[in-house]
């Protein structure tokens, strides 16, 4: 039963367009929403997070939208960097025992093409 | 800066071997967590600590196991090595608030 889901396995991107990762979920219980990068050979990092009050969280390039009635959330990266070739994964935590654990998606590989 | 080590960066056992993975983090976070990551899967959660000598299963705990002695250092135990536990092993930490886990940089471990 896969909660979080990231239904992209793959992107491609053109340098400096922008670059939209979607992620849905299905908890309803899920009150708090990450995406980290990962590069080969090493771990993921954080990127961004937003809480479930929001429905929109911008960090310079990257600004994470939620919408909680579809269950779904993207991340845009504008404009996208050939630095920014990794993969993505969406992460989701709940409220009460569950708030300490992250449940994670598939992940996206976002390639960006000069 | 927080930092999470790993004790090895690749490793190769044989089948049946006992094999322990070790994680150090040096920011006193309260929780600890190991995923393994393969390919289409994303990172499942094997187990986690949220306190010494605590533990909690996440959801593939079958064929592991989990020691947390001190706050800084969590071990993932594989009792008797099979083929199937090939894959990338991830050890996070975090805070309990806020809820952003920081990683390792992974032991890709290969059973034969």
């Known amino acids: 039963d896969q909660q979080v889901k990231q239904n992209s396995p793959s992107l491609s991107v053109q340098e400096g367009r922008i670059s939209i990762l979607n992620c849905d979920y299905t908890?309803?219980?899920?009150?708090?929403f990450l995406w980290y990068k990962k590069y080969p050979a090493e771990g993921p990092t954080f990127l961004i997070s937003?809480?479930?009050?929001?429905d929109k969280n911008e960090d310079g390039r990257f600004t994470v939208f939620l919408n909680k009635s579809a269950k779904h959330l993207s991340l845009h990266i504008v404009p996208s960097q050939p630095g920014d070739s990794a993969v993505y994964f969406c992460?989701?935590?709940?409220?009460?025992?569950?708030?300490?654990?992250?449940?994670f998606g598939q992940g996206t590989r976002l390639t960006i093409n000069p | 800066d927080v930092k999470v080590t790993q004790s090895s960066r690749y490793l190769v056992k044989r089948t049946g071997e006992k094999v322990f993975l070790e994680c150090v983090q040096d920011?006193?976070?309260?929780?600890m967590f190991w995923y393994r990551q393969d390919p289409g899967l994303g990172l499942r959660l094997i187990y986690f600590?949220?306190?010494?000598?605590?533990?909690e299963k996440g959801d593939i705990p079958e064929g592991y196991s989990v020691s947390r002695e001190k706050k800084e250092r969590f071990s993932l135990i594989l009792e008797s090595a099979s083929t199937n536990q090939t894959s990338m092993y991830l050890c996070?930490?975090?805070?309990?608030?806020?809820?952003?886990?920081?990683f390792g940089p992974g032991t890709r471990l290969t059973v034969l």
């Open positions: 996070a930490s975090s805070l309990r608030q806020p809820r952003e886990q920081f």
């Open positions: 908890n309803s219980m899920f009150d708090y």
């Open positions: 937003i809480s479930s009050i929001k």
């Open positions: 992460a989701a935590s709940g409220k009460g025992q569950g708030a300490q654990k992250l449940v």
């Open positions: 920011m006193d976070h309260e929780n």
């Open positions: 600590s949220y306190d010494v000598k605590m533990k």
